[in-house]
């Protein structure tokens, strides 16, 4: 009979709890989204104080002659003039104009990270930080194609920001753009936030009329980007940059769901080659090298991964008139011996301007010596062309080879030729090569550190200049195989 009883209570209890649960459960679950809410209110204030003093202004100055600004009536009739009765043009106006634009500090000594459209052919730079101080910057770097600049304010003790690993972004993660959009940064110095997603990754905007350059491997993000804002931070949800902003989709409609920046990685390459002194290096030398790690150090038969690799030599340079080439390996520079990059770029920098130095390398698995003197390129080489000279191992297969197969992706890579469209319209004119269009998750390819929009010129020792070569060259192929890229000298794994 108890039993029964339990049975009876057991309907009308149910329901009530249910009754209970259903009419107040809305309220635990209001007040839950409701903390929520406050907590990512609160992360973002957070990173809003912490990074605004980080984030400037940036105005700059160009002089201009041009007859192109708009004309008045009488300016017009005194143009005519000018044709007509004098045989010649009107004397073109000389003028200013003003750029407007944001940046991040990245280190504490005043170097700041920008777009290079902004500074570009500026006669003055001024940067206003968060507090109002003004300073005026110099020009420490600059990457058209990537509209990349690194500027340099005199002053210490700066507030700055990390720079986060950008590779790992993924659609759906929270982001904020920070910058001064439609030159508020003239009336506050105090930055404007955003919010949004990474809508994509790895995206390309071509030239068109309105935008004079193409742009590779951008983030896509849904954050309001603005005019002004270029150059600005994006940042990750613990106040690190992740992006440069650079782009809004349209110059007629601003901040249209649709904005872009450069991922930080990308940034990376020329800061840190700044920051290393590797300018210095480029300037002196006219190289570019790279570290020698384990996987090229089986390549080259190299006992053990040390010295530096020779990966491009400007032929206007005391470099290639030494008798350097690309896959050069040194490992020494005068009776010193180089470690790795870092070691090889402090070692240069202590030589004397018109210092003969001797350089040991391994060309071949046979070393060398080869005498170099240090100093600027002559004004004869400087008028030569700024193409980067091959090396002996470039080689270049007869066009009546046979093809072999046409591999979908081949160690992970899928590829593309360049096509002169595509070449215009991301300022790679001259440019040879194929272009990797995807790179297959846990693949040899990935493992190597190839990337989407990296440009493929040699396979082992063969040059690629057409998809045709590329074929004939994997084909030709086995086991661990050398690629070299835009970014250096790459090994792919079996």
């Not at 170097?111 to 300073?135: C, M, P, Q, W």
């Not at 390549?299 to 690799?309: A, C, I, N, Q, T």
């Not at 002996?392 to 591999?407: D, Q, T």
Request: contains cysteine; hydrophobic residues 40%; glycine residues 8%.
């Amino acid at each position: 009979m108890l039993i029964t009883n339990e049975k009876r209570l057991g309907g009308p209890l149910a329901f009530f709890l249910f009754l209970f649960f259903s009419i107040l459960w809305p309220s635990f679950a209001v007040a839950e989204t409701a903390d929520l809410l406050a907590e990512l209110e609160k992360a973002f204030v957070a990173i809003s104080e912490q990074a605004s003093p980080a984030i400037v202004s940036i105005s700059t100055e160009k002089t201009s002659r041009s007859d192109s600004y708009t004309k008045s009536p009488g300016e017009e009739i005194l143009d005519r003039f000018f044709r007509e009765f004098l045989y010649g043009e009107i004397p073109r106006r000389k003028y200013t104009q003003i750029w407007l634009g944001s940046g991040v500090l990245v280190e504490k000594n005043g170097y700041i990270l920008t777009n290079e459209h902004i500074v570009a052919g500026a006669e003055k730079i001024t940067v206003t930080l968060s507090d109002g101080r003004e300073f005026t910057a110099d020009i420490k770097g600059t990457d058209s194609r990537t509209d990349v600049a690194v500027i340099k304010i005199e002053a210490e003790n700066l507030p700055c920001l990390a720079l986060a690993d950008s590779d790992g972004l993924k659609p759906g993660q929270m982001v904020l753009a920070m910058g001064n959009p439609f030159a508020f940064g003239g009336q506050s110095p105090k930055p404007i936030i955003t919010s949004g997603i990474i809508s994509g990754v790895h995206r390309s905007l071509p030239r068109t009329a309105n935008r004079g350059r193409g742009y590779l491997n951008l983030i896509q993000t849904n954050a309001a980007i603005n005019p002004g804002n270029s150059g600005g931070a994006l940042l990750n949800i613990r106040g690190e940059i992740v992006g440069i902003n650079v782009e809004i989709f349209s110059s007629d409609v601003p901040a249209q769901g649709i904005g872009f920046a450069i991922p930080v990685n990308d940034t990376k390459v020329i800061l840190d080659k700044l920051l290393n002194g590797e300018e210095l290096l480029g300037k002196r030398l006219g190289i570019e090298v790279q570290d020698v790690n384990r996987g090229l150090a089986d390549y080259f038969k190299l006992r053990k991964p040390e010295g530096v690799l020779v990966s491009q030599v400007a032929k206007a340079g005391v470099g290639a008139r030494a008798g350097l080439h690309p896959e050069d390996i040194i490992i020494k520079f005068n009776e010193q011996k180089v470690k790795n990059s870092l070691d090889f770029l402090k070692i240069v920098s202590r030589a004397k301007p018109d210092e003969t130095v001797k350089l040991k390398i391994i060309r071949n698995s046979i070393p060398r010596t080869l005498k170099l003197k240090m100093g600027e390129p002559s004004s004869a080489e400087k008028k030569a062309p700024e193409s980067i000279a091959p090396g002996p191992n470039n080689i270049k297969l007869p066009a009546e080879s046979p093809v072999g197969l046409r591999f979908e992706q081949w160690r992970g890579i899928k590829i593309t030729e360049i096509s002169d469209e595509f070449a215009g319209n991301f300022d790679l004119d001259n440019q040879q090569g194929v272009i990797v269009t995807d790179v297959a998750p846990d693949s040899p390819a990935e493992a190597a550190g190839i990337k989407i929009n990296d440009i493929i010129t040699q396979v082992n020792t063969l040059a690629i200049t057409t998809l045709d070569d590329y074929y004939r060259a994997i084909n030709a192929s086995s086991g661990n195989v050398l690629l070299k890229t835009n970014r250096g000298y790459l090994m792919v794994q079996e």
